[in-house]
């Protein structure tokens, strides 16, 4: 059920967006903008130039102490012990049944002090998760996120527009992060995104976003930056095969089945899910995360059915009309022993319309490389 306009959490960058013109939209719960002047103009422009996003619903917890490491290393799939301070990495939280509890950004900062970056949706739930999980634990968790704006600058020129406002971020290799102070305020910035570019991820205290936010546009608007929705993240996501949780993964999806297996370290130790992931590793997941391209016209909505030969073989859980490509494009969860290339059909509008399988990202920058 959405919430009424009252209800609506505003981000710290809500006036810019009214200011700007923005479509707002609710989107679980947070007032958004789904798009400025125009979605295919903002994809375009992230692709070609830069965007700006506002990803302030966002959440932010801090893991401290001596105990952050093991505590970190149980909840997550991937290897965080890897980390060095001023390097984060993408990882999934698995359940007992190696099923995805969320899908989170983890930035070692310090020796004993992390941040995760949490999905919106799953805040509260991933924060019940982690007491449950620390109990016993000498780790301090904080759940920083009502304090905190965060804004995404993503594209090719989002390293030229960076440096020139911070020129240490000119160095900042992928999947860094520091920390600096922006308006001698305490800030920590990561080179990552949700796009399938190159970009970086600006975590700022409430007081300081609209400033930072109006000094970025400016010093980008002579190179094409745009502000850029909800709607343009969206296709910007698919098209990069990046994975939506509650919408593409959940607690009933394990990472190989989702394509994630790289996420899965399966010989860092013991943690949440690992004898159910090591299991499925060897027996081979019955059913993956497959992309969909269609061969006609058409565009495609999450829900819609994905047919093999004449009968239902899946249903696609993403799915949007790719501005790169120039077609309809999805992502549902079909039997794991097909092939790329596999000739289906996507049911629309009550017609099947020609597609075949292929391995996500439909898109893919040259230079894209895995935290």
Sequence with gaps: MSATAAELRRTPL????????????????????????????????????????????????????KGALAFLQKVNANDVARL???????????????????????????????LVVVNAATRAGDLAWFKKQAAGLPVELEDASDSFGMMALQGPLANEIAASLY??????????????RIFEQPAVITRTGYTGEDGFEFIVPNEIASRLWDNLLLKGRSVGLRPCGLGARDTLRLEAGLLLYGQDIDEEHTPFEAGYGWVVKLDKGDFIGREALRRQKAEGPRRRLWGVKLLE???????????????????????????????????GYLDAGLAPSTKVAVELHGRPVSAQLVRPPFYKRSEETHG
Excluded at 27 to 41: A, T
Excluded at 100 to 108: G, N, W
Aim: aromatic share 6%; proline share 5%.
């Design 297 to 331: 016209r058409g565009v495609p909505r999450p829900g819609a059915a994905v047919l093999l030969e004449g009968r239902r073989a899946g249903t696609l859980c993403s799915a949007t009309f790719s501005p790169t490509l120039g077609t309809g494009i999805g992502m």
């Design 84 to 114: 060095s301070p001023g390097q984060a990495l993408y990882s999934q939280l698995t359940n007992e049944n190696g099923g995805i509890v969320d899908d989170v950004i983890v930035s070692r900062l310090e020796s004993e002090r992390y």
């Design 14 to 65: 809500n006036e810019r967006h009214r200011a700007l013109g923005a479509r707002l939209v609710d989107f679980h719960g947070w007032e958004l903008p789904i798009q400025y002047e125009s979605i295919l103009k903002e994809h375009e422009a992230v692709r070609r130039d830069a965007g700006l996003f506002d990803v302030s619903h966002m959440g932010q917890v801090w893991a401290r102490g």
């Design 167 to 180: 020129p240490e971020l000119a160095g900042l290799p992928r999947f860094g992060a520091l920390e600096r």
